[in-house]
């Protein structure tokens, strides 16, 4: 593998971030971010090495958020490329690709593929179509690279993966189990081994990526084995506003009942259910957190929903793998909360899962083992790193393309 310098493209609704690569070392070479894109004012901020810069600019659309970028990239202040067409690759953490789950050139027929799975990932899949479309106009000899993010789920076997539908839904529409957070629990599976100082063989890893959007995954020999998040991201425990699990028949219900459009049902699930739903309040944890403090009791329930059903899947998954070894947490709320880590680990003794309080307290946004010495299972902290999993699989596939 020779040097190469990969771009990692994250596209938000309102936001572009971004990390340049140098392979093989690995090295961050630089990163930055456009943040509230389409406001009057949109502050922007770049980091290469120790150096900072800042602003603010009227930032209207993402083309002209990315060009800012890849301008600052060639800039003399910063001295990192001498060309944009030093770039070997921009990557992308698509989300859903239908029937395209793994690492691929993005194509027509992938794009195609993207826009067809629109409807069950809104959030992201428009955006990033958005973005991919204004990288082929600026870097049109780049190649453009999508890891969806079910690409580590492939492993899943197909029992585990398989809904109770008519058989031909699954072979005609595609409808099945996909998973997501596939970068942030491959990432864990990788990195777990390396912190607990045990091999990844035969290593058994519950994988809690807990933020405004949550799932957990259970992790075998280095494999994901199940993951709570299903056809869609809406599925699994709370988010900060998506419903997670819900019985399908909820829907045409509400379709009798409540007047409703099925598009308003699906909006409303999507931007007011979850955490937000169940509080009235906020999706996002810290608030809740200092509302229950407080007294307020829908702030309370909403934490208390969140961390049963995260409990709830550790103690499925612990089934799935007739044991466990290693709990992770990870994410904004993982890495961030010890109060929620602690609510979940709570009355988990029987399965051998336990937290040692002050070491909780004391790791907050990097790595730990927060479990007491001699626990039967370790319960650890590890900040994810998406982005170097994308960047990685686009070498993978450069090199695997010869190109």
């Not at 702030?299 to 929903?305: D, H, K, R, Y």
């Not at 040692?356 to 307290?361: G, H, R, T, V």
Request: aromatic share 8%; hydrophobic share 40%.
């Amino acid at each position: 593998m020779g040097a190469r310098k990969i771009l990692i493209a994250n596209v938000g609704s309102t936001s572009f971030k971004y990390q340049l690569f140098s392979f093989p070392e690995e090295s961050v070479l630089a990163k930055g971010k456009v943040e509230r894109v389409g406001a009057a004012s949109s502050p922007y901020s770049h980091t290469v090495g120790e150096k900072k810069f800042s602003g603010e600019a009227e930032i209207k659309d993402h083309n002209i958020a990315i060009k800012l970028c890849l301008d600052f990239l060639v800039s003399p202040e910063a001295k990192v490329l001498n060309s944009i067409k030093e770039i070997d690759a921009v990557g992308f953490k698509t989300v859903h690709g239908g029937r395209f789950t793994g690492v691929h050139l993005l194509t027509d027929e992938v794009i195609g593929e993207m826009e067809r799975f629109s409807i069950v990932a809104p959030a992201h899949n428009t955006p990033y179509i958005n973005a991919i479309r204004i990288f082929r106009q600026l870097l049109p000899d780049t190649p453009l690279i999508g890891v969806f993010e079910p690409h580590f789920h492939q492993t899943i076997p197909l029992y585990a993966r398989i809904y109770g539908v008519p058989y031909e839904w699954y072979e005609k529409f595609c409808i099945a189990k996909y998973g997501f957070h596939g970068a942030s629990h491959h990432y864990i599976a990788e990195r777990t081994p390396e912190v607990v100082g045990l091999p990844k063989e035969n290593l058994r890893i519950i994988s809690c990526h807990l933020g405004g959007s949550s799932s957990l995954c259970a992790i075998k020999n280095g494999q994901s084995v199940d993951t709570s998040m299903g056809f869609s991201a809406q599925s699994g425990v709370l988010n900060a506003t998506r419903c997670g699990d819900l019985d399908v028949f909820v829907i045409p219900y509400l379709l009798r009942e409540s007047g409703l459009s099925l598009e308003d049902i699906c909006s409303e699930l999507v931007k007011r259910g979850g955490l937000l739903g169940i509080s009235g309040l906020s999706g996002d944890m810290r608030d809740l957190l200092e509302a229950s403090s407080k007294g307020n009791e829908r702030a309370s329930l909403a934490i208390e929903a969140f961390c049963y059903g995260v409990k709830r899947y550790i103690g499925s998954y612990v089934a799935v793998m007739n044991g466990l070894d290693v709990l992770v947490f990870t994410g904004g709320i993982g890495e961030m909360s010890p109060p929620i880590r602690k609510r979940i680990c709570d009355d988990m003794d029987y399965l051998g899962i336990s937290i040692d309080e002050d070491k909780n307290l004391a790791t907050v946004g990097k790595e730990g083992i927060i479990s007491p010495e001699g626990s039967r299972v370790k319960v650890a902290v590890i900040p994810t790193n998406e982005e170097l999993i994308v960047a990685r699989e686009a070498v993978k596939l450069l090199d695997k393309e010869g190109g």
